[in-house]
């Protein structure tokens, strides 16, 4: 029984060893240098001279996206993290007040510098408008496409300005005008 407990140990190893690839030598071209020893005064131990200098740079950005999206469109600018267009309200694109489904229709019909495709901000989108230099009439109640989950007649209106520190409510979407300000994923 023994022998055949070391055979499949063996197998089992064997195959790790095809898997992983830690039985890879280097190649005859380019063969392996040695490393300056811990304790050798012409080396530091810290450093290998032989190291690509950009590894870790590139290791450590592997998968932070560094491209920015292309320019904001006129009329808009660029909020980060996530990136997102947001109308700046100034002429010759000022945000009206509206009801929330005419503000819904207003936004996927706008056309700014060439883009399509707006629509309302969520309720978190228009918390981010506050203090943002470039954006006017932050002040005041926005509309946004956040249903109120309790009520589906129902949507978020958010003063991002608000100094009371309660800048959200919800309205039935047909009751009051309030401002329209459209965004966009670039």
Same mark, same amino acid.
């Given at each position: ?8 140990? $063996?197998? !089992?190893?064997? !195959? ?6 830690? @039985?890879?030598?280097?190649?005859a071209d $380019? /063969?392996a240098? %040695? ?6 005064p =012409?080396g530091d %131990? =810290?450093?290998? %001279? ?11 950005n592997f998968?932070? %996206? *560094?491209? /920015?999206p292309?320019?904001a469109?006129?009329?808009?600018? $660029? ?10 309200c100034? /002429? ?11 503000? @819904? ?12 495709n707006?629509?309302?901000? $969520? =309720? ?12 006017? *009439?932050t002040?005041g109640?926005?509309? *946004? +496409?956040?249903?109120?989950? @309790?009520d589906?007649?129902?949507?978020w209106i958010? @003063?991002?300005?608000?100094? /009371?520190?309660?800048?959200?409510? *919800?309205i039935? +979407?047909d ?5 329209i ?6």
């Amino acid at each position: 029984m023994r022998p055949l407990l070391v055979r499949v140990f $063996s197998v !089992s190893v064997m !195959s790790l060893v095809v898997v992983c690839g830690c @039985d890879k030598q280097p190649a005859a071209d $380019s /063969e392996a240098k %040695p490393k300056p020893a811990a304790d050798d005064p =012409k080396g530091d %131990p =810290k450093v290998d %001279p032989d190291a690509d200098p950009g590894a870790d740079d590139k290791e450590a950005n592997f998968a932070t %996206p *560094t491209a /920015e999206p292309p320019r904001a469109p006129e009329g808009t600018i $660029s909020l980060r993290d996530p990136w997102l267009y947001v109308q700046t309200c100034v /002429e010759p694109n000022p945000c009206p007040e509206l009801l929330q489904p005419a503000g @819904d229709a207003h936004c996927r019909e706008l056309q700014l510098g060439g883009h399509v495709n707006w629509r309302l901000p $969520s =309720k978190d989108e228009v918390l981010r408008f506050k203090g943002v230099e470039g954006l006017e *009439t932050t002040a005041g109640y926005h509309w *946004t +496409r956040t249903p109120y989950e @309790d009520d589906m007649a129902q949507a978020w209106i958010v @003063d991002p300005e608000d100094p /009371e520190g309660a800048p959200a409510t *919800t309205i039935p +979407r047909d009751r009051k005008p309030f401002r329209i300000r459209c965004v966009k994923e670039p």
